[in-house]
């Protein structure tokens, strides 16, 4: 979800333990953050600690992004959904958000389902591709079996001919399950 611009980043981190508070814990928050150890411990992860106070309107797109991650990380979700999480950021950004996110993943033993168009971080951070073209699966493979070929027939907008289309709304939703989507 959005970040509310006028709110500080600790209290828009903190916003992912909501559901499990009191209204009253919530509002007291807003005025005295309920954890910010919490929250200063999930911005260092994505080397924003320094901006545990700050406003979140004045943090820039890429600090944004991974401030929203950040909220992620404190949440107790079992399927980690992220749309995106690199468009904001450098390369050396890139990589460790991907790695933190893994990390998360495998140690709540979550799902973690990455929409990218960075195909190379796709290849080398995802053990299972699941290729999306105007929302229909192209193919869905483990990494090793994703070719350069099978890539630029998705980007050139063929059908590569190792996949088949998926018409079942059932399938597509257990196949976007299993991986890291591209």
Known sequence: PPLPPRQRVVTAVLAA?????????????????????????????FNLGDKLYARVDRLSGGERQRCGLARLLLSPARALLVDEPLSALDPALSELTLTTLREEARARKATL????????????????????????IVFDLPREQVTPQMIAALYQGEQ???????????????????????
Not at 17 to 45: E, I, M
């Open 160 to 182: 590569p001919a190792a996949s088949k289309p998926h018409d079942d709304h059932e399938a597509m939703a257990v196949k976007l399950g299993v991986g890291a989507c591209l």
């Open 17 to 45: 333990r909501l559901p499990q508070w009191s209204l009253w814990r919530a509002l007291v928050s807003l005025f005295k953050p309920a954890d910010p150890q919490a929250a200063w411990q999930a911005l260092s992860r």
């Open 113 to 136: 389902i990455c929409s990218l168009h960075q195909v190379d971080l796709a290849l080398s951070h995802f053990p299972r591709i699941v290729a999306l073209r105007h929302g229909r």
